[in-house]
């Protein structure tokens, strides 16, 4: 009744802000993400019938702000499996956790790839994407490899989450600067619910976002760096402009950020393949080509502000590990 995973984070480059339901976490609109590789997060879970409820512990220490998320997520694998027995529940991650950089993603991700194969169960991937969903509406993606589509369905699940590209298909790098290494003060989640409830681009936002996300399913199909490079900017400076227009508004990023973000676009300008996105936390991630790799992570290095500079591929979905 024990198993380890790793998963990986992921960032959105079609964005997702909002929830059409918070009871389920079901987002209002579709994204499209890279699921990366470099930051790593392992997770072992550990059942057992003498628990008494589920324990958390997030590198190193007892965390109970995560504790009833985690319960939620098990208490649906538990529900689908039929088991009852609580878990402990031990994540590690390499890199800076609840500071922008998806370690919810990549957490809730392991999360389920451990615990479904400590049960020895056999869970369709549609079900797995709906657990890890109740944990992160991001994580679902980190569940698949390379360029992933979270889409809105029909189904009983209301969205579908399948890889549209494998790490091989389309190389490209993501060099994430990390301006701060400090926890974000506004969750994802209160974000997403003040900017559902207070601004007026909130609905814009929805109503123009399927659009984004058609166009940038072509732009990957015909591997058009590109217009993906402008349409990703433009759809992450949206989902900023929905923040910041909420009440009280929400600015996640720093002067660092708005540096880094000036600094890739004088880099495009000057030819060079590479665009940025930032989530809700003031790192900024510049999507490159690979050849133009060394000179985007030298770059990010020489900015004031900067304190780490993160070297990432696209990588592969959660797994468990032998
Ligand atoms: C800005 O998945 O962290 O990174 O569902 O409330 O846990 P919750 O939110 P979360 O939100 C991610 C938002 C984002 C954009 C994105 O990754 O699509």
């Known amino acids: 009744m024990q198993a380890t995973a790793i998963a990986h984070p992921n960032v959105a480059l079609i964005k997702y802000w909002g929830k059409q339901d918070v009871a389920i976490n079901l987002p209002a609109v579709g994204s499209l993400s890279l699921t990366l590789d470099g930051l790593t997060t392992r997770t072992s879970v550990f059942f057992d019938p003498e628990f008494a409820r589920d324990e958390v512990i997030i590198n190193g220490r007892l965390d109970e702000q995560a504790q009833p998320r985690v319960a939620r997520c098990l208490d649906m694998l538990r529900a689908y499996v039929g088991v009852t027995d609580k878990a402990r529940v031990t994540t590690e991650n390499d890199f800076p956790t609840g500071a922008g950089l998806a370690s919810s993603a990549s957490g809730y991700a392991a999360l ?187 770059a990010m290095t020489e900015m004031p502000g900067v304190v780490e500079v993160l070297d990432c591929r696209l990588g592969y979905g959660a797994r468990v590990e032998a």
């Open 112 to 298: 389920v790839a451990a615990a479904t194969d400590a049960l020895g169960a056999d869970v369709p991937a549609d079900e797995l994407d709906l657990i890890a969903r109740i944990g992160s509406g991001s994580a679902p993606r980190s569940l698949h490899d390379g360029i992933v589509l979270l889409e809105k369905s029909a189904g009983p699940t209301g969205m579908h989450c399948y890889s549209v590209a494998a790490p091989g298909d389309w190389p490209l790098s993501v060099i994430v600067a990390v301006t701060t290494r400090e926890q974000k003060s506004v969750s994802s989640t209160g974000g997403m619910e003040a900017s559902r409830a207070t601004s007026s681009c909130y609905q814009r936002w929805v109503e123009t976002h399927p659009a984004d996300l058609r166009a940038a399913i072509e732009h990957v199909e015909q591997r058009d760096f590109e217009a993906l490079a402008e349409l990703s900017e433009r759809s992450c400076l949206k989902m900023h402009a929905v923040a910041m227009s909420s009440d009280p508004p929400l600015v996640y990023w720093s002067g660092a950020t708005v540096d880094c973000m000036q600094r890739i676009r004088e880099l495009h300008r000057s030819g060079t393949p590479v665009f940025f996105t930032i989530d809700a936390g003031p790192q900024l991630k510049a999507i490159c080509l690979p050849e133009a790799a060394d000179q985007v992570h030298a």
